[in-house]
Nanobody, 127 residues
Framework: QVQVVESGGGLVQAGGSLRLSCTASGLTFADYTMGWFRQAPGKERLGVSCIGWDGFITYYTDSVKGRFTISRDNAKNTLYLQMNSLNPEDTAMYYC????????????????????WGQGTQVTVSS
């Protein structure tokens, strides 16, 4: 049984930092592209960042470029999202998701292509 579990969310002041982690079990982690999505209250869920199976290719949505860094440790089955210079617009539930590598288009982060999802971790940025 595949399990995906996020952690690291919390309340932070604007300008602060958080590091999200996501651990996946029950799958061969290196067989999957991993992504972070977020959903703000009343809005649709959108892709934030994703990383290829070997960590060499990454994608960031424009609003987080230069502030967020995605990384992964295949030996630990863990995905990370380092978030710096946070602002209130980053407030959302953050979800970790996995899709089989080589499936779909890497840069478009289509939800339907991601097979496994975590329950989410809340990030709240106060002004």
């Amino acid at each position: 049984q595949v399990q995906v579990v996020e952690s690291g969310g919390g309340l932070v002041q604007a300008g602060g930092s958080l590091r999200l982690s996501c651990t996946a079990s029950g799958l061969t982690f290196a067989d999957y592209t991993m992504g972070w999505f977020r959903q703000a209250p009343g809005k649709e869920r959108l892709g934030v960042s994703c990383i290829g199976w070997d960590g060499f290719i990454t994608y960031y949505t424009d609003s987080v470029k230069g502030r967020f860094t995605i990384s992964r440790d295949n030996a630990k089955n863990t995905l990370y999202l380092q978030m710096n210079s946070l602002n209130p617009e980053d407030t959302a539930m953050y979800y970790c998701a996995a899709k089989p590598r080589y499936s779909g288009d890497f840069y478009y982060m289509k939800e339907e292509e991601y097979k496994y999802w975590g329950q989410g971790t809340q990030v709240t940025v106060s002004s």
